[in-house]
């Protein structure tokens, strides 16, 4: 059981308050969306989570452990696995390559200078490949491939890692439709088969009420409501910040 | 019936390998205020960008007051009266509010109400308090007024709107709103990009809704208000 | 203070206020110059390697023009604005003509696209004014000098110290009073949304460098009295415009007048304290300066250059049958002195050996997405140290061979240390600042390194003397290096070099420390080179501080440009055809610099994949 606790998260830039007070708990077997008009903070929440920006104040514990102030690679290290907004594999490298990678940071074995790094973890490379449904174009450029399916290299990207705590930033923009469903069907399978915790950002609606166990709602940096989909749907705040403009 | 002011047909667009846009379809016509709807990532804003010509696109027809825009860089379009705000408002902020109005002048146009500083002074109270000031010392009100007066300086005849309310406090955005009635009442022809339904049936004619890149409902802003079915299928939550 | 001073405290203290002076005037060139390239670079993000180039013809045609009609003040004065507005009128012809096409391409790109430039322009120059150097009249009206505290100080420098305040006051007053100025400042800060704004950016540009080019041009004009007009001017002052840009802070007026101030004292005061380094302590000033103020000194964050635009998205091939094309290439060219005369042996020499020098580039460039401007640092590096341990101790040629690795790899150690830190455009900057450092210890170390003469004699030993026996041995060498380089680069350290480069975002989130890997990058390569550079040494038997110039620098990219970045047989390939032309091509005419000035503009222009890209692109369509 791993839980990812967020207190009172601050963040401004140049004096405007872009996340402001943020508090929520991840555990095991959530899959917690993230969800607010453009330029609520979603990102910035994101980023201060996985180390990317330093929050003013506040603080993020994994299982009793600070994460605030270590560099992205540390808190990767401990656990907390990220997908990106904007796509970001390795484009130079085949798709297979690209799991690979992370398998090779995992072990410690980035800095071999002599084994072809191709040969190496290929397998399991592949297996998690097979999990996502991309096995087949294992051997395909990453730089080449059709959005969706980067989408889902980053998901093996991610798994590769084993976390216990997995954030996707917008895990399905750019998709089609059903490519998104299915998608997020599969994370939920991962979230239930290995006791993950996922906190996911989403403009589609039909995937945040379909598959997530709980949702957050962030307007202007701060959290107006968190609850079961059906609660938040039901919440007149929510609807205001979606519909009206005007609270 | 006269040619619309603006004809998209069949509007697409990519950004880097994604294509963000895939058979947008739209008019506006002389006078019109028509609200581009739809949830965020709907593509609205890349919409917008298109038909300035700020990303890679392509189009069956792009028509502008009886032009072919759709080879025209930026600059051209600006050139014709087409007036684009920015929904991230990206004023110079090193440059003061008289300086950055600067940049925005065009020649004046027929057809399009003539602008001067002293005009849009009148019309934004805020700014002319201001004008000496840098953009880096403005609220994030102040900087979508001067945003809007700025592409004002060009004598459009068509405003390319981008979220205009977005991130406003309520009294902004009831301005905003009052500056977007005032303008369409001088003669402007506005296409506004909106998630925020109470702004859009506030200022709007006719909505256009478009959901992943594609159009999906077109009608007057009374018929969306009337329509629960639409409304919940491509804005609600 | 009262009259009764004695001349013991008065010497120094009119000495010294004469030097700082002296300073002053430097200072108000470089600004001159230098206020010319950061405008360039604000608007078009474009670092112009040509700039040096515009202060030089400036001079030349200032020159011509103070000889014709300088006898009177209104000659001499409309002789240089003269001189200015003809350099404004070439720089707005190199917008159209090259710049313009080069706005979305990686810096790479640009700098080499406009150091072709740089070539192409010295053999014009030398065409048209001959290869002399000219010493121009004296400014009319100021060519006596006044007395300052009792030593005398040249009027005409006078004249330039105020010349510098003045130019920046009216370039604040174009800048701020007129719409031109107004748009620009705008097209510096967002480019799209001026353009959005009806703003033609093509044009603007092209005033832009019609401008800063009339600058370097007026910057060129006003030497004229002061020193000879010389073909070596474009580059020594392109790097000091560097210098101040850079630690201004890029882009900056106001940054670019406070670092010249700061570099010409530096300059003034370095030649008492350290007379063999005044160079090097430029160029540490700006190291310290980037290290503690990473922008320079009045640049800001969000001014920071584009870093090259992710435009490598096939996969590093190792092409089919690579091992097997390999071996028998190698076999070939083992074989190759049982038939090969003693020159074409030489020429293999060099070619080897140039292609390990190209292959240690590339694994920056290829693999790590770095641009180095100062790869030749460790390549000389590498040569002095074998020199030297021949020269200064006698040392036989296995030790002084294993000697020229070790030097280079921790000159490069340090080096790295640097330069790492920053990305993109400042990066190539950096290294040519350590390349510079390097260079001009080997140029100003005279009791060392003999200077500009060189160090001669450094032969192998008589067993390995026979060319044949040579070239073995640098095959073997290199081959042997080669191949390792080929390891490293599909081992998981060239995967994760990779991976820095192509998303350090996505690297860093995935356990990957891209600044180590970097670092460590830089070490490989620059040992690589250096080994290259002691076989470089006993080849040719003598060593010169051209080694580890500018020039040299840029043959080596050159070589990795013609190849093709993202092959690992590339820079082999260009290593080859670069070194046949160079030596077939080039060496039959005199003007081999616009030879290859006008073949790096093409390389840039139209063969931007290098030449295994380009037939590998043709394989695949077939």
């Not at chain 3, 420098?157 to 370039?171: H, S, T």
Request: with cysteine; charged share 15%; glycine share 12%.
């Amino acid at each position: 059981m791993s839980e990812l606790v967020v207190r009172d998260l601050q963040r401004s830039f140049g004096g405007v308050q872009a996340v402001g007070g943020v508090s929520f708990t991840l555990r095991s077997g959530d899959l917690l969306a993230l969800i607010g008009p453009n330029g609520a903070g979603k990102s910035t929440c994101f980023n201060l989570l996985n180390g990317q920006l330093k929050p003013d104040s506040g603080s993020v514990r994994l299982d009793g452990t600070e994460l605030v102030g270590l560099p992205p690679r540390r808190i990767w290290a401990l656990g907390v696995g990220r997908t990106f907004q904007i796509t970001a594999t390795f484009a130079s490298m085949t798709v297979a390559e690209n799991v690979q990678m992370v398998l090779l940071s995992r072990a410690r074995r980035l800095f071999g200078l002599w084994r072809p790094a191709a040969a190496q973890f290929r397998e399991p490379a592949l297996a998690l490949l097979e999990r996502v449904g991309m096995a087949t174009q294992a051997d395909r450029p990453c730089g080449v491939l059709a959005y969706g399916d980067v989408k889902r290299v980053e998901l093996a990207m991610a798994l590769a890692s084993a976390p216990t705590v997995l954030l996707m930033d917008e895990p399905t923009a750019g998709m089609a439709p059903a490519e998104r469903l299915a998608l997020m069907a599969l994370t939920a399978e991962l979230v239930r088969e290995r006791g993950l915790a996922v906190l996911f950002t989403e403009h589609d609606m039909d995937v945040v009420f379909g598959h997530a166990t709980r949702v957050l709602v962030l307007d202007r940096g701060r959290l107006i409501a968190e609850g079961s989909p059906d609660q938040v749907r039901a919440d007149p705040r929510v609807q205001s910040v979606y519909l009206g403009g005007e609270a | 019936m006269s040619e619309p002011l603006l004809t998209v047909d069949g509007l697409q667009a990519w950004y880097g390998r994604a294509h963000i846009l895939d058979g947008i379809a739209l008019t506006v016509g002389r006078g019109e205020v028509v609200a581009l709807m739809g949830r965020n990532g709907a593509g609205k804003t890349t919409t917008l960008k298109a038909i300035m010509g700020l990303v890679e696109r392509r189009a069956a027809t792009l028509r502008f007051d009886g032009r072919d825009l759709s080879a025209l860089p930026a600059h051209r379009v600006a050139r014709l009266g087409v007036g684009y705000v920015p929904e991230d408002r990206r004023i110079f902020a090193d440059l003061t509010v008289e300086e950055n109005l600067e940049v925005g002048r065009q020649p004046p146009r027929p057809g399009a109400p003539a602008w001067t500083p002293e005009k849009l002074f009148a019309l934004f109270p805020n700014l002319a308090e201001m004008r000496g000031r840098r953009g880096t010392r403005m609220s994030g009100g102040e900087q979508q007024m001067l945003t809007l007066a700025r592409t004002l300086m060009g004598n459009p005849s068509l405003l390319l709107l981008d979220e205009p309310s977005e991130g406003l406090a309520p009294l902004i955005v009831r301005q905003m709103a009052e500056a977007v009635r005032r303008l369409k009442a001088e003669g402007l022809s506005v296409l506004l990009s909106e998630q925020s339904l109470s702004f859009a049936s506030a200022v709007a004619d006719r909505a256009c809704v478009i959901e992943t890149g594609r159009p999906r409902w077109t009608g007057t802003m009374a018929e969306l208000m009337a329509d629960d079915g639409v409304r919940a299928a491509y804005l609600a939550v | 203070m009262g009259a009764k001073v004695s001349t013991e405290t008065t010497r120094p203290m009119s000495f010294l206020l004469v030097q700082a002076l002296s300073g002053l005037a430097t200072a108000a060139t470089l600004f001159l110059v230098s206020s010319g390239l950061t405008i360039v670079f604000g608007v078009t993000r474009i670092v112009n390697f040509a700039h040096g180039s515009f202060y030089m013809v400036g001079a030349y045609a200032g020159w011509s023009l103070i000889e014709r009609f300088g006898g009177s003040p209104a000659g001499f004065w409309g002789s240089v604005a003269a001189a200015a507005l003809a350099m404004g009128a070439l720089g707005a012809a190199m917008e159209i003509g090259l710049l313009r096409r080069l706005y979305r391409s990686p810096e790479l790109f640009q700098l080499l696209g406009t150091f072709g430039v740089v070539l192409v322009v010295q053999d014009l120059t030398a065409w048209t004014w001959g290869p002399e150097d000219l010493l121009g009249r004296r400014a009319p009206g100021l060519k006596g000098s006044i007395d300052i505290l009792d030593q005398p100080f040249p009027l005409y420098d006078l004249v330039l110290i105020g010349l510098g305040p003045l130019v920046l006051g009216l370039l604040w007053l174009l800048f701020n009073r007129t719409r031109w100025g107004t748009l620009v400042r705008a097209a510096t800060q967002d480019r799209e949304m001026t353009s959005a704004l009806g703003v033609d950016p093509a044009r603007l540009f092209t005033g832009v460098l019609f401008l800063g080019c009339a600058l370097a041009g007026l910057g060129g004009a006003l030497q004229v009295p002061r020193e000879a007009v010389t073909l070596q001017m474009d580059m020594a002052i392109v790097v000091e415009a560097f210098v101040v840009v850079v630690v201004g802070g890029m882009g900056s007026l106001t940054g670019a007048f406070l670092a010249s101030l700061l570099i010409g004292q530096l300059q003034a005061f370095g030649i008492l304290v350290f007379p063999q380094i005044t160079l090097v302590l430029v160029f540490l000033f700006m190291a310290v300066v980037l290290v503690l103020r990473p922008h320079g000194l009045l640049g800001r964050a969000d001014e920071v250059p584009p870093t090259a635009p992710a435009t490598v998205t096939v996969p590093l091939s190792a092409g089919r049958h690579a091992g097997t094309w390999a071996l028998a290439l190698l076999a070939i060219l083992a074989a190759a002195p049982l038939v090969a005369g003693d020159y074409a042996l030489i020429l293999l020499t060099e070619v080897v050996i140039l292609a390990l020098f190209a292959a240690s580039l590339h694994l920056l460039i290829g693999l790590g997405g770095l641009v180095s401007f100062g790869h030749a640092a460790w390549f000389g590096l590498g040569a002095y140290g074998s020199a030297l341990l021949v020269k200064h101790l006698g040392a036989p040629m296995p030790l002084a061979l294993a000697g020229a690795p070790v030097l280079a790899g921790l000159g490069a150690l340090v080096a790295g240390w640097f330069c790492v830190r920053r990305s993109g455009l400042y990066f190539a900057m950096l290294t040519l600042a350590f390349a510079q450092i390097a260079w001009s210890i080997t140029f100003q170390w005279y009791a060392v390194t003999g200077g500009d003469n060189g160090i001669l004699g450094v032969w192998p030993p008589a067993w390995a003397a026979g060319k044949a026996t040579y070239y073995w041995l640098t095959l073997a060498l290199c081959g042997g290096t080669l191949w390792l380089l080929r390891r490293a680069a599909f081992a998981p350290f060239g995967y994760a070099l990779r991976a820095g480069r192509d998303s350090g975002l996505r690297a860093e989130s995935v356990g990957i420390d891209t600044r180590r890997f970097q670092w460590m990058a830089f070490v490989l390569a620059g040992t690589a080179a250096g080994l290259a550079g002691g076989l470089y040494a006993f080849a040719k038997g003598s060593v010169f501080p051209t080694l580890l110039a500018v020039p040299q620098s840029v043959d080596a990219l050159v070589m990795v440009l013609m190849g093709g970045i993202q092959t690992v047989a590339g820079p082999l390939a260009g290593a080859v055809v670069f070194h046949l032309l160079e030596s077939e091509v080039m060496s039959l005419t005199d003007w081999w610099r616009l030879v290859l000035g006008l073949i790096i503009v093409a390389l840039v222009l139209v063969f931007p994949r290098g030449i295994v890209g380009f037939l590998s692109g043709i394989g695949r369509r077939a």
